[in-house]
């Protein structure tokens, strides 16, 4: 696929070539983007990185990675946008910053299919480092998820253990309430009967049979 800065060179006009006769003007229209076909076509499809990429935030070291030759005369596609963005042509019209710029090629012997060669290698680069770091973001989300999940299985057995534990700590305090609650009418009951035993011989009962819990009685003498 071309992309359309690729044109922005390729379909300069030469002012000194010859006028193109107007029937031909349709057939001509089209060989730009072939000759960016072509161009393209001579590159590798993916670039071969041959280290790893430490800081991917640095273009230059994902350039470095992939190989990326050195440009003819130190004109990559990179310095062409320096020069297309000089101070001294970036007002001026497209056009004039064209020629502007083949003519600083041309006086440098660098022939502007290099620079768009330059481009097209750089572009594919960025492409396939894209590709390698979203299958890393792919992986580790996956991995991550994978984590998750037996953490949240973990998380809910553990939940589900310590609830069992709630509901058997209840349950044991209600068994141990019952048995007690059980004895407890069992000793008013023997307290009633040696209450009984005894009343027929003391004109005041010393023996109590409610629950043991209640209020003492006031001491006498005592405050109030």
């Known amino acids: 696929m071309t992309k359309k800065w690729y044109n922005y060179f390729v379909s300069v006009?030469?002012?000194?070539?010859?006028?193109?006769?107007a029937g031909a003007q349709a057939a001509a229209a089209t060989s730009p983007a072939q000759r960016v076909a072509d161009i393209a076509s001579e590159i590798a499809v993916e670039p071969k990185f041959s280290s790893p990429v430490c800081d991917p935030t640095s273009f230059d070291e994902i350039y470095k990675a992939a190989e990326i030759p050195p440009a003819p005369q130190?004109?990559?596609?990179?310095?062409?946008?320096?020069?297309?963005?000089?101070?001294?042509?970036?007002?001026?019209p497209a056009d004039v910053r064209r020629s502007s710029v083949l003519v600083a090629l041309d006086a440098a012997g660098v022939d502007i299919k290099d620079v768009i060669q330059d481009a097209v290698r750089r572009d594919r680069a960025l492409d396939t480092y894209e590709r390698v770091q979203e299958r890393a973001v792919n992986q580790m989300e996956a991995q991550k998820t994978q984590e998750n999940a037996q953490i949240q299985a973990e998380l809910d057995k553990y939940v589900a253990e310590q609830r069992a534990r709630i509901q058997a700590n209840n349950d044991a305090v209600t068994k141990e309430k019952e048995r007690f609650f059980g004895w407890r009418l069992k000793k008013q009951q023997e307290e009633k009967k040696i209450s009984d035993?005894?009343?027929?011989?003391?004109?005041?009962?010393?023996?109590?049979?409610?629950?043991?819990?209640?209020?003492?009685?006031?001491?006498?003498?005592?405050?109030a």
């Open 13 to 21: 006009d030469d002012p000194n070539a010859p006028v193109v006769p």
């Open 74 to 92: 130190g004109y990559s596609i990179l310095k062409v946008a320096e020069m297309l963005q000089s101070e001294h042509i970036r007002a001026m």
């Open 197 to 223: 035993a005894v009343a027929p011989f003391v004109t005041e009962n010393p023996i109590t049979t409610g629950s043991s819990t209640a209020s003492p009685p006031a001491k006498a003498g005592g405050k």
